[in-house]
């Protein structure tokens, strides 16, 4: 499976910034996908992903202004971040987690998109 990662630059505080990654390859062994984000000198850390039952996901830190959608089938996540603040600039990742079986791995990762929020 491979992810493309599109929509990241810089905005405003209090701005709102649409991500979308879209999947290619075998994306019949996919369970879920979504994103994940990386602070400068932080772990990475869990945003929200969609199960292939549709089951939606959140990180604490982003439940109540973050938003993980389809566009078209199940080969693409949108993830719409409303009211940014600078604790949310970050790298932001892809990730689609695997069907070890299936695919051979349990997850793989987008290359990354650079999310600034400038106060």
């Known amino acids: 499976v491979q992810l493309e990662e599109s929509g990241g630059g810089v905005v405003q505080a209090g701005d709102s910034l649409r991500l979308s990654c879209k999947a290619s390859?075998?994306?019949?062994?996919?369970?879920?996908l979504g994103w994940y984000r990386q602070a400068a000198g932080k772990e990475r850390e869990f945003v929200g992903h969609?199960?292939?039952?549709?089951?939606?996901y959140y990180g604490d830190s982003v439940k109540d202004r973050f938003t993980l959608s389809r566009d078209g089938g199940k080969n693409t996540v949108l993830l719409q971040m409303n009211s940014l603040n600078s604790e949310n600039t970050a790298v932001y990742y892809c990730?689609?987690?695997?069907?070890?079986?299936?695919?051979?791995?349990?997850?793989?990762w987008g290359q990354g998109t650079q999310v600034t929020v400038s106060s």
């Open positions: 990730n689609a987690q695997l069907d070890l079986y299936c695919s051979g791995q349990k997850e793989t």
């Open positions: 390859g075998d994306t019949m062994c996919m369970s879920a």
């Open positions: 969609i199960t292939i039952t549709e089951a939606t």
